[in-house]
């Protein structure tokens, strides 16, 4: 690289230790500290994995809700869960620092969980003492209990917006960019780092919805909430290996963004006189415009430009979060309906999800130990294959993977008629829940390509000083495909229903999921030939060495 590009490429920033002195590349950072922050998300996984996968049950269950009613309100949950780490990214980067957020994030964390536990406790309690003696008078309780409930849910979804996007970037921190050694560790880091939280509780999260259908809900989202305060501790342990970066402001959020707008006012205003003077302008006037110009850039173009590049890329791929959104309702309520019997145990629809971990978890060493030194034989790039490529192989695995959900639920409706089922929703369908295996398998496999691509790819490409932002505006793509998917749903149940039976019928087997799924389909579609023009203009950032 010449001296001119040089010139062009921002400054590293320092790395400092838990004392504040600058870091050792020997002693700090890399893998030792790594597998700390790994081991955090680990349990921050199951937690949220844990209360998140069976909740359509709990829900549809002791709660009593409606099926589209309950997938709106998990949409909806979810998608807040997924937006607000922009929040918690802001309030990381600007003032708290990853380190501190993550604390305060995790203390949050273990109070909504408790919380949650505590409102499973309460209520069958209230049930029990007021049997059948249930009056007017009464009738307040379950809604208390309701509101209990989702505000409870919902300090979990915020503790997640401090958590989530401060855990990776501060794990990611831990690898040199500048070096190519470490950055070649730190593609590798992405892929482990989805192998570990998914990895490590592809048995864990089975077992806990199994003591949720089988023992209690108690116990359910006690545990979640003792393993959290678990990993808390470990992370503290850690402190003496980690690699730490000052936010970038020091002022606070509210401070840098009023700058930023100050300055990009005033540069709009310097325009705006300039268009209105039709003399040429003197020499010392634009020597005032190029300082006002050079201002500006200081505070806003540089890192906004360098953001709403993203923007398209991200954009593209809301179609995949809303497939993504649908394993969790749509998928296990559709599980709920087979035959899930394996000998004399009858396997919990939500541990189907289980085989999404264990795609991943058999995916990602061959990625990372096979194909990723394959390809790096013929295309020199550390990562083997670019970060938009992987990205765009995990889309193509979305449409596949909607299609045999289409076909699969066809399967199941005609299984359904033909044993005359379609109005005995209680009765089992004798249609083995092996049938649905592909479509969790793929699911698991588009993940492996799309999600970890675009993790690396938005911590890799913003600011250095926006990493946890950028990893939030990542996770804000399925939070917003939860809402859209929600949107979905509740549109789609309100024009059906008109005309007779909603496809997303209480009785599933008068619905029409497969309708559902073609249109996902056909909207991959459309998203994929988006996403491939959109990565074909991409400019990429800068590096300090060249990647191909």
Same mark, same amino acid.
């Given at each position: 690289m010449d001296a001119a590009a040089e010139l062009l490429l921002p400054r590293p920033a320092t790395a400092l230790d838990h004392l504040g002195r600058p870091s050792s590349r020997h002693n700090s950072g890399r893998w030792p500290a790594a597998v700390y922050i790994i081991g955090v998300e680990i349990s921050e996984r199951f937690a949220f994995g844990g209360i998140s996968g069976n909740l359509i049950t709990y829900l549809t269950g002791p709660l009593g809700q409606s099926t589209a009613s309950a997938a709106a309100a998990i949409n909806a949950w979810h998608g807040a869960a997924l937006m607000l780490p922009l929040l918690g990214a802001a309030v990381a980067d600007?003032?708290?620092?990853? !380190?501190?957020?993550?604390?305060?994030?995790?203390?949050l964390y273990v109070l909504g969980l408790g919380m949650l536990t505590l409102s499973s406790i309460i209520v069958p309690q209230q049930q029990a003492e007021l049997g059948s003696h249930l009056d007017s008078s009464a009738s307040w309780t379950p809604a208390i209990h309701v509101a209990f409930f989702y505000m409870s849910l919902y300090m979990v979804a915020?503790?997640?917006?401090?958590?989530?996007?401060c855990v990776q970037a501060f794990g990611a921190d831990q690898f040199d960019e500048n070096d190519p050694e470490e950055y070649a560790s730190r593609s590798s880091f992405f892929n482990?780092?989805?192998?570990?939280? !998914?990895?490590? +509780?592809?048995?864990?999260?089975?077992i806990l919805n199994y003591i949720q259908d089988n023992i209690?809900?108690?116990?359910?989202? $006690? @545990?979640?909430? @003792?393993?959290?305060?678990?990993?808390?501790?470990?992370?503290?342990?850690?402190? +003496?290996?980690?690699?730490?970066?000052?936010?970038?402001?020091?002022g606070g959020i509210g401070k840098s963004n009023l700058e930023w707008i100050q300055c990009w006012c005033a540069s709009l205003c310097s325009k705006s006189s300039d268009k209105s003077q039709f003399a040429p302008a003197s020499s010392s006037k634009r020597g005032e415009e190029r300082d006002e110009d050079n201002v500006a850039k200081k505070w806003?173009?540089?890192?906004?430009?360098?953001?709403?590049?993203?923007?398209?890329? $991200?954009?593209?791929?809301?179609? !995949?979060?809303? &497939?993504? *959104?649908?394993?969790?309702?749509?998928?296990?309520?559709? *599980? +709920?309906?087979?035959?899930? $019997?394996?000998?004399?145990?009858? &396997?919990?629809?939500? *541990?189907?999800?289980?085989?999404?971990?264990?795609?991943?978890?058999?995916? #990602?060493?061959?990625?990372?130990? #096979?194909?990723?030194?394959?390809?790096?034989?013929?295309?020199? +790039?550390?990562?083997?294959?670019?970060?938009?490529?992987? #990205?765009?192989?995990?889309?193509? @695995?979305?449409?596949?993977?909607? &299609?045999?959900? *289409?076909?699969?639920?066809?399967?199941?409706?005609?299984i359904a008629r033909d044993y005359g089922l379609v109005d005995k929703p209680e009765v089992t369908i004798p249609m083995s829940f092996w049938w649905l295996v592909p479509q969790?398998?793929?699911?698991?496999?588009?993940?492996?390509?799309?999600?970890?691509?675009?993790?690396?790819?938005?911590?890799?490409?913003?600011?250095?000083?926006?990493?946890?932002?950028?990893?939030?505006?990542?996770?804000? #793509?399925?939070? @917003?495909g939860s809402f859209i998917s929600s949107f979905l749903v509740y549109a789609i149940d309100e024009v059906t229903s008109r005309s007779g039976d909603s496809w997303f019928s209480d009785n599933l087997n008068r619905g029409h999921l497969d309708y559902f799924y073609w249109l996902l389909a056909l909207l991959n579609v459309f998203g994929l030939v988006a996403y491939l023009y959109f990565s074909q203009v991409y400019t990429h950032k800068k590096k300090g060495f060249s990647v191909p």
């Open positions: 600007s003032w708290l620092g990853r !380190y501190r957020t993550i604390i305060g994030a995790s203390l915020f503790a997640q917006g401090g958590h989530k996007p482990w780092w989805y192998f570990g939280t !998914y990895g490590a +509780n592809t048995i864990t999260v089975s209690s809900w108690q116990f359910g989202f $006690g @545990i979640p909430c @003792i393993v959290m305060s678990l990993s808390l501790v470990v992370f503290w342990l850690g402190t +003496n290996t980690y690699r730490f970066y000052p936010p970038r402001s020091s806003f173009p540089d890192d906004a430009v360098a953001v709403l590049q993203l923007l398209p890329v $991200g954009a593209t791929c809301l179609v !995949y979060a809303v &497939v993504f *959104a649908q394993w969790m309702t749509v998928f296990t309520k559709q *599980a +709920n309906t087979l035959d899930r $019997g394996i000998g004399s145990i009858q &396997v919990p629809a939500a *541990a189907l999800q289980s085989l999404i971990s264990v795609s991943i978890v058999v995916s #990602i060493p061959i990625y990372d130990r #096979i194909l990723v030194p394959l390809a790096r034989k013929y295309t020199m +790039n550390p990562s083997g294959i670019t970060m938009l490529q992987r #990205i765009g192989v995990g889309l193509v @695995i979305s449409v596949v993977l909607m &299609v045999v959900a *289409a076909l699969v639920e066809m399967r199941r409706l005609r969790f398998v793929l699911s698991g496999l588009a993940d492996v390509f799309t999600m970890v691509g675009l993790q690396e790819f938005f911590y890799d490409q913003v600011p250095d000083g926006l990493r946890s932002l950028g990893l939030a505006l990542y996770l804000s #793509i399925f939070g @917003i």
